[in-house]
């Protein structure tokens, strides 16, 4: 299993970006799917999942309201939009495939992960 995540890059506080996950080598469509960011001297944290059929999410509390979280399992693509960025929001963010078609916010939950893509916001 293969995820590609891409979207990165710098944006000033109050700026959008859309963040994007191709999934290959399994159909992706049957699994849950996640993103987690990791900022310097810090632990992984959980951003937000996604139920196999898009019909279930859920966000960390810090970017709920802000970030919005969508599949597309016909191109095998999950997004992840995030609206209002705060200098906080500055990490590295990775995508995660999970276990099963319901997951949760826990790491041990995700088997599969992709190589992170940079998201820097100044203030």
């Known amino acids: 299993v293969q995820l590609q995540a891409s979207g990165g890059g710098l944006v000033q506080a109050g700026g959008s970006l859309r963040l994007s996950c191709a999934a290959s080598?399994?159909?992706?469509?049957?699994?849950?799917m996640g993103w987690f960011r990791q900022a310097p001297g810090k632990v992984r944290e959980f951003v937000a999942h996604?139920?196999?059929?898009?019909?279930?999410?859920y966000y960390a509390d810090s970017v709920k309201g802000r970030f919005s979280v969508s599949r597309d399992n016909a191109k095998n693509t999950v997004y992840l939009q995030m609206n209002s960025l705060k200098p906080e929001d500055t990490a590295v963010y990775y995508c995660?495939?999970?276990?099963?078609?319901?997951?949760?916010?826990?790491?041990?939950?995700?088997?599969?992960w992709g190589q992170g893509t940079q998201v820097t916001v100044s203030s």
């Open positions: 995660a495939s999970a276990r099963g078609r319901i997951a949760t916010p826990k790491l041990y939950d995700y088997d599969y």
């Open positions: 080598g399994r159909t992706s469509s049957r699994y849950a």
């Open positions: 996604i139920s196999w059929n898009g019909d279930i999410t």
